[in-house]
């Protein structure tokens, strides 16, 4: 349109008359109409600089790998020749041009990119020197560090790390190591992407170790974390504690604060001498060694310490164990056995509790016997002794030429009490007086039954207990308990068949001794004098007996174990004045009865003293 009018103008400003005329008017009328009546031509070259270029939109840009990143855009454009894009790396000048990219493409991928570095770009459409306006973007390009390092000691030569991995495009992570003041150990490991833990299973004891991670590809590296220092010392056993065992045996015992050890060492040292290293070895996890050869009479130290390969761990010490010694047997006790006539055997028992001695010896009056008791046999019988004397025993433990304190004393007196009641001589009523009724005498024993017939009246026995070794008390003023040791001065007398002691001076010498045990009888041994004579005044137990009579009007019942009735009286408590009280059935079965033998209204009977006497099995027997 701009061309038509400027021709137009042209013709029209012409000066030369030959132009003026009508007819030359009337064609540049015609003229004009015509040119007017075209429409301007269309420009569609892009190359032309007045042809318009839609520029790109949406530029996007993403990180791909470590090294590389992707551009993507929206093309808005159809008449472009294509894409050029300028790039800037961190603060230094643009790069325009960079690099071009045809019509249509609306991607670029990037490749050897640093990192961390920010990449900045341009984008715009061209055609030859016509371009659009630009669109801009900038990507960082980052290869992040792993974080959260920690560590778990698994032994003592292996310590697992853990951390959190914090990118995706990782080739994998570069453990580094120092142990103590050497050098970090470059490239000590390498594991794969996506990795998040690693062992090291060679870590060295008794140091101060450091770790530090970092992730890498090719050969770009992340920022590395560190552990800080590890401390790696080997831990010692602590609570050494021994125990002896037997006399040349000691246990130790620890506790085990290390995994991962091969074993503990056991050094031992004997009095003033050297240390013996090596002296005892045990595998890993064990927490007790047994020293079986210990030396006696000695002062003994140990220490232990746990050990792998050339390390070992703090040691600890038991201290010095003092005097290792043979311990002496304890409780020794007696009781006469088998008495005929004027002898008896003399049963010793006791305790003892360490193993590893080789026996005991008794030692009688003064002198040790030859005889040996092997050891684990804590009894042994002197057979035959003369009863009318008297005997003073202990008993010693020995190993080898080692022998330990002697036991305690017991003296086995025989004749006061039973000179008194033992006699084979009947009276005329078919009884077995005392033949020294009517002397004055004075005796000791141990009080065996306390408060008979609910009054201060008490029965006595010589220590060593036994048949003809009891006797009754008349007397009401002193009142002695079970277990003294009383010195009696009295007058021999026989009371309707049973003998006594009357017209008393009663001395209590001690308090707490111990009971000679009851004598085992049946119950026909307590039918008639010929039998039962031997144990008046004695206490005797019955077992597994049957109740063959209950209770009648004094109190007095019937058992039987088969080989005759025997009498059972209330002389020492009445069985319905207890809590519970007792009450006997006929038929029913008592597993033991003990009790204090008297002789009354000539019928022998056994007293139980207490309820404890009495041991009654109800699921035996029927009642009726």
């Not at 109409?33 to 790109?56: G, Q, T, W």
Request: with cysteine; net charge negative; aromatic share 12%.
């Amino acid at each position: 349109m701009k061309l038509k009018v400027n021709y137009l103008s042209f013709i029209l400003n012409q000066n030369h008359s030959s132009l003026r005329t009508p007819l030359f008017l009337y064609s540049v009328l015609l003229l004009s109409l015509l040119l007017l009546s075209c429409s301007d031509p269309k420009l569609e070259n892009p190359f032309d600089m007045d042809v318009e270029i839609l520029p790109p939109s949406n530029l996007n840009i993403s990180q791909t790998s470590i090294t590389s990143c992707q551009l993507t855009w929206t093309d808005n454009s159809t008449n472009e020749q294509g894409f050029r894009i300028d790039r800037k790396k961190d603060s230094e000048a643009w790069i325009v041009g960079y690099i071009n990219v045809g019509a249509n493409v609306t991607e670029l991928n990037e490749q050897d990119l640093e990192a961390p570095s920010t990449y900045s770009y341009k984008v715009y459409g061209f055609a030859d020197e016509n371009v659009t306006t630009t669109i801009e973007g900038n990507i960082n390009m980052s290869f992040p560090a792993p974080t959260n390092l920690t560590y778990e000691k698994q032994t003592i030569t292996s310590i697992c790390l853990s951390w959190q991995d914090n990118c995706i495009f990782e080739e994998g992570y570069i453990i580094e190591k120092k142990a103590g003041e050497d050098p970090w150990q470059i490239e000590y490991a390498t594991v794969s992407e996506n990795l998040q833990e690693w062992t090291d299973t060679s870590v060295e004891i008794n140091e101060e170790i450091q770790y530090r991670v970092y992730a890498y590809s090719g050969t770009t590296q992340s920022g590395s974390i560190e552990t800080g220092i590890i401390d790696n010392t080997f831990p010692a056993p602590t609570n050494l504690n021994y125990e002896q065992i037997s006399i040349n045996s000691i246990q130790l015992s620890w506790q085990d604060n290390s995994i991962g050890e091969e074993g503990f060492q056991i050094d031992k040292k004997v009095g003033t001498n050297t240390w013996l290293e090596e002296y005892g070895i045990v595998g890993e996890n064990t927490e007790t060694w047994i020293d079986t050869a210990v030396e006696i009479i000695q002062e003994i130290q140990y220490r232990i310490f746990s050990y792998h390969s050339n390390s070992q761990s703090g040691t600890i010490e038991t201290g010095i164990i003092i005097n290792i010694t043979i311990p002496a047997p304890e409780n020794l006790t007696y009781n006469v056995q088998n008495q005929s006539g004027l002898t008896a055997d003399v049963h010793l028992s006791w305790d003892y509790f360490t193993s590893g001695i080789e026996g005991f010896k008794v030692k009688r009056n003064g002198t040790l016997l030859s005889v040996v008791i092997s050891a684990g046999t804590t009894e042994w019988t002197d057979e035959g002794v003369n009863i009318q004397s008297t005997y003073v025993y202990q008993v010693v433990a020995f190993y080898q030429s080692y022998y330990s304190a002697f036991s305690n004393e017991v003296t086995v007196v025989y004749g006061p009490i039973y000179d008194i009641q033992y006699t084979t001589v009947a009276g005329p009523d078919g009884g077995y007086p005392s033949p020294l009724v009517g002397d004055e005498v004075t005796v000791t024993g141990i009080v065996t039954g306390a408060n008979f017939g609910h009054d201060l009246y008490f029965y006595m026995s010589d220590p060593c207990g036994g048949a003809w070794h009891g006797i009754y008390v008349y007397d009401y003023v002193a009142g002695p308990s079970l277990g003294d040791h009383v010195e009696v001065t009295g007058t021999v007398s026989e009371y309707y068949g049973s003998t006594q002691l009357e017209y008393c001076t009663v001395t209590i010498l001690s308090s707490g001794n111990p009971v000679p045990e009851p004598i085992s009888v049946s119950t026909l041994n307590l039918v008639g004098p010929a039998q039962a004579e031997q144990y008046e005044g004695c206490l005797v137990e019955l077992t597994n007996v049957t109740v063959t009579e209950s209770q009648v009007s004094f109190g007095e019942w019937y058992v039987d174990d088969g080989s005759g009735e025997c009498q059972i009286d209330d002389g020492f408590f009445y069985l319905d004045e207890v809590v519970p009280p007792i009450v006997i059935f006929l038929n029913d079965v008592w597993v033991n009865l003990t009790g204090i033998v008297d002789f009354s209204y000539d019928e022998y009977g056994v007293n139980p003293r207490t309820p404890d006497d009495m041991v009654h099995d109800p699921s035996l027997g029927i009642h009726e």
